[in-house]
């Protein structure tokens, strides 16, 4: 495995502790060991949507939660149905857990369950101290 050094990067770089986190993330989760359930992420102007199939859960079964910028997605089964007996089961009913980094400034806004999809809408807001300004240059008297 390579290792790369940051720490160019972050020298002449204020605020970013995060980016530590991040990095530690990025290496642990590995996604083509856990596929399920696929997902897309769209960005639409400042808007975006995380869309999840989750087929077969229903909205009781879902849960959505965000805490410290992380967006957890967790779909739990119920139960299974009693006295069914499967010749071949190509839907998975398993549970999962999905996790999204957040940026510092995107917020949930909704989420739905239409047809088998999961739809996370996010929007990212600008604080005023982060918009740029223009700053008028005082005359010398």
Do not use: C, W
């Not at 119920?78 to 995107?106: C, D, K, M, T, W």
């Amino acid at each position: 495995m390579r290792r790369y050094d940051l720490a160019p990067l972050l020298r002449s770089s204020v605020g970013f502790d995060r980016f530590d986190q991040l990095f530690d993330t990025a290496k642990r989760s590995d996604t083509a060991a856990n596929p399920y359930p696929p997902y897309n992420i769209e960005k639409v102007e400042d808007n975006y949507r995380i869309s999840m199939a989750v087929a077969g859960f229903s909205e009781d079964e879902i849960e959505i939660t965000v805490k410290d910028n992380t967006l957890v997605v967790e779909g739990s089964p119920l139960a299974e149905p009693e006295g069914v007996s499967y010749l071949h089961r190509g839907i998975a009913g398993r549970g999962f857990e999905r996790r999204f980094q957040l940026a510092e400034n995107v917020q949930v806004t909704g989420a739905n369950l239409e047809n088998g999809l999961l739809h996370v809408d996010l929007q990212h807001h600008t604080p005023e101290h982060m918009k740029p300004r223009r700053i008028e240059i005082e005359k010398a008297a």
